[in-house]
């Protein structure tokens, strides 16, 4: 059972980390003239020039998740270790609090992480001038 459940945490972990934003192009005059294949290829030297000047595309889904872990953690040996005072066990409260707070960290971690990734914002703006220099309006990522 165990097993299963850790087989599909890493599963849904690797999509998420796989779907990525891209840049949505407005159909102007300059992107109906070199259609949806040579935006596509415009977009993805864009994004190598945006990578080669040092701007990293990951939204750092990973570190959220851990972050979210960690303050659970935090929060819940917290409200363990006042429950535990309350009934005079403060010890066994902060463990069982810190175990059920990073479950529900890593938990609320993994579902804020779903989804595609967004870009950070060095990335996308970098890939967006680019774009609008080489004649194309971005509307947005998706």
Not at 29 to 38: I, P, R, Y
Not at 82 to 108: E, K, P
Request: charged content about 15%.
């Amino acid at each position: 059972m165990k097993r299963a459940w850790f087989s599909a945490v890493t599963g849904l972990l690797l999509l998420t980390a796989c779907s990525s934003a891209r840049p949505v192009l407005y159909p102007n005059a300059h992107f109906q003239s070199v259609g949806k294949e040579g935006a596509q290829q415009e977009i993805d030297a864009c994004k190598q020039l945006a990578e080669s000047a040092g701007a990293e595309e990951g939204g750092g889904k990973s570190g959220r998740v851990a972050t979210n872990t960690v303050t659970g953690a935090g929060i819940g040996a917290a409200s363990g270790a006042v429950g535990g005072a309350i009934s005079g066990a403060v010890g066994r409260g902060s463990m069982i609090g810190a175990a059920s707070g990073a479950v529900w960290g890593l938990l609320r971690g993994l579902f804020s992480a779903a989804g595609p990734s967004q870009p950070n914002q060095a990335y996308t703006n970098f890939v967006n001038r680019c774009l609008h220099e080489k004649g194309y309006e971005v509307t947005g990522w998706q």
